[in-house]
């Protein structure tokens, strides 16, 4: 463990660090944002917006990525006290909700961040660096997990603010489940039902199942 920040003039061999003290963090973030060259991934707590947009030296560096043509995807739980600093987050990339989410990291192309815990626009006092190749593949597949099962901000927002419950569609591959879940669909009809076969035999096996 060290106390150096990565130099942004070059990123040397490959290692994972943590990294201790508000300035050194401050420095290490802002190199981190400084080198990105093409695209920033970032998952947060409902803490990170007002961290993010709160303390301007980050919000500068923000929006001079942005200026930049950084691509830039945020997945972030959105929550009625966050709202306004999340509003500001979305004219800089692209940004999606997701309930509950715990701790806080970001990748780019090279290299990865990660911060435990945050508190409301105070500067951080500890984060984890790496530029790891196989770290970076690993924490780019959970965002990518969190990215798909993510919400547009905008549902979201709209739902704090006009209170209009959120519009879900879901993918459900366990069998039993969905089984489960269309029957209680059936049973809770109370005027009408419309089904859709694609052919004969499916409405055979409904009829068998009790459905019709």
């Keep these: 463990m060290t106390t150096s920040a990565p130099s942004p003039s070059a990123i040397p061999s490959e290692r994972t660090e943590v990294l201790y003290g508000t300035e050194n963090t401050t420095n290490a973030i802002l190199n981190f944002l400084s080198n990105i060259q093409k695209r920033m991934d970032l998952c947060a707590d409902s803490t990170w917006p007002s961290v993010a947009m709160g303390i301007d030296v980050f919000k500068k560096a923000l929006i ?8 830039s995807r945020y997945v972030v739980d959105i929550t009625k006290d966050n709202l306004s600093y999340c509003k500001e987050v979305i004219k800089l990339g692209e940004l999606r909700h997701l309930d509950g989410i715990k701790g806080n990291f ?26 790891v190749k196989e770290v970076i593949e690993q924490q780019e597949y ?15 927002i709209r739902e704090i603010e006009e209170g209009v419950a959120l519009d879900v569609i879901e993918v459900i591959k366990n069998a039993s489940r969905a089984k489960a879940l ?30 019709i």
Excluded: C
């Design 142 to 156: 959970v965002f990518n997990s969190f990215w798909n099962t993510s919400v547009p901000a905008e549902l979201k």
């Design 106 to 131: 970001v990748m780019s192309e090279k290299e990865y961040m990660a911060s435990a815990t945050l508190q409301e626009a105070t500067l951080l006092p500890q984060v984890i660096y790496s530029n």
């Design 182 to 211: 269309y029957f209680k669909i059936i049973k809770s009809a109370k005027e009408e039902i419309l089904l859709t076969f694609p052919t004969p035999d499916s409405f055979i096996r409904q009829e068998k199942m009790g459905v």
């Design 64 to 71: 001079n990525n942005k200026n930049r043509g950084i691509k």
